[in-house]
């Protein structure tokens, strides 16, 4: 069965975004980006919330066809226009998209069957909002986390609303020299 991990930037005390959306914050560099590049090249599938989908697609599909575009670019926008993308939106549909499923009712369903299918990993990219809802449904089988070394205070929380206890075993960590710390998680689902 194919797992979905859901990977997210997080500050320190648990916040993925500023109160505005803000990703400022987020510590990225070259070392970081050819870590993440070489798991993410192992999939072909990502998923997204309709606002990160939309974000995305508006940069990625032509990044690395720019004059200027550095390697993580180049690498990242090939894969991304290659990679099947799994939208969860109440407001789309996939009519004219490439490559790419919205799914817009019987969520916990229709994820059920596509982790079903062949295939490897589904990244679940940033996306908040269905991620609270995939923990919520208990669809979500990983955790993949760049912890960056700051606190925010307040923003938007990777975790809301969690009714039941979530055992996680660590797979692996990783200290970066920004500061930034990788951790992998895999839900215990025994």
Do not use: C
Request: hydrophobic fraction near 40%; aromatic fraction near 8%; proline fraction near 3%.
């Amino acid at each position: 069965m194919r797992k979905i991990i859901s990977f997210m930037h997080i500050s320190l005390d648990g916040f993925v975004a500023g109160p505005n959306g803000e990703m400022n914050w987020i510590k990225v560099d070259e070392e970081i980006f050819d870590h993440v590049g070489k798991r993410i090249s192992e999939g072909n599938a990502a998923l997204y919330g309709r606002a990160t989908y939309e974000m995305m697609e508006s940069y990625w599909p032509t990044a690395g066809d720019e004059p200027n575009a550095s390697k993580h670019d180049i690498e990242h926008s090939k894969w991304y226009k290659n990679a099947h993308k799994i939208v969860l939106s109440s407001t789309m549909n996939d009519e004219g998209l490439t490559n790419t499923k919205v799914i817009n009712e019987n969520l916990s369903d229709r994820i059920s069957e596509i982790k079903q299918q062949a295939g490897k990993e589904i990244l679940l990219f940033g996306s908040p909002a269905a991620t609270h809802s995939l923990i919520q449904l208990n669809l979500i089988d990983g955790y993949w986390l760049l912890v960056n070394p700051i606190i925010l205070g307040q923003g938007i929380p990777l975790f809301v609303d969690i009714k039941d206890k979530i055992k996680l075993n660590l797979l692996t960590t990783r200290q970066f020299t920004s500061g930034v710390t990788e951790l992998n998680y895999i839900v215990d689902k025994q």
